[in-house]
């Protein structure tokens, strides 16, 4: 009997690694064509036949379109955040992490994975209440991310913020400026050069705000 169970451990693992392949590609699937094609107009078949899967397999992965729509977005969101989240860590101090972290949603996110961001400012792929919720799910989960990375900052400096609402404020405006950005500029689509040039100024103007609003009392906020 025990023979048995253990001849039957690869089994189990290389099924358990062909359904997250499968779930993955229906989801790259969605992500391409819900950023080609919009939400409305993608059906089901189209995704499946992309996926090189049946639509009775989407269906055992997904309850419904919309279903997939928000595990499309939620893995955007990840990936997102595990982005920004490396770069910041990379630095040498935190508020470089900061710069870091703001740079790679430019220069990573927008140059080599338009369809991501697309799906997320691009108003004429979908404006549903689906979407609105979804991206207003990613935006709050952001603000924690960039209220915690402030925090961080303000821990290594040894200073104190202006007033207890400070870090959220910060935190709020940082979200609320890519967001605006996104939508104002059509990011997906700028020119590499203008797009580094958008990145850099921005970045230096939410590290302005962050440093404005921590008293520094004559020290150097790093």
């Not at 004429?124 to 209220?147: P, T």
């Not at 961080?152 to 979200?175: D, H, L, N, W, Y």
Request: glycine share 8%; hydrophobic share 40%; net charge neutral.
């Amino acid at each position: 009997m025990q023979e048995n169970t253990i001849d039957t451990i690869p089994g189990i693992k290389r099924r358990d690694r062909q359904r997250k392949e499968r779930r993955q590609a229906i989801l790259q699937a969605a992500e391409n064509l819900f950023a080609q094609q919009g939400y409305r107009k993608t059906r089901i078949e189209d995704i499946a036949g992309m996926a090189d899967v049946s639509v009775g397999t989407v269906y055992g992965y997904f309850k419904n379109k919309e279903d997939l729509l928000m595990s499309v977005l939620d893995d955007i969101g990840f990936f997102v955040r595990r982005l920004v989240g490396s770069e910041f860590r990379k630095a040498a101090t935190t508020l470089e992490g900061i710069r870091l972290a703001g740079m790679a949603f430019f220069e990573v996110l927008c140059i080599h994975h338009p369809e991501k961001l697309a799906l997320f400012y691009e108003e004429s792929i979908g404006n549903s209440e689906q979407f609105q919720r979804a991206r207003k799910l990613w935006s709050i989960q952001m603000i924690e991310d960039v209220k915690s990375a402030i925090f961080r900052v303000q821990e290594a400096s040894g200073m104190e913020f202006k007033s207890i609402m400070s870090p959220e404020i910060m935190a709020v405006c940082t979200v609320g400026v890519y967001d605006r950005l996104g939508y104002f500029y059509k990011l997906s689509q700028m020119d590499p050069e203008a797009l580094k040039t958008v990145g850099e100024e921005t970045v230096a103007f939410v590290v302005g705000g962050i440093q404005s609003l921590i008293a520094t009392e004559g020290g150097k906020l790093e």
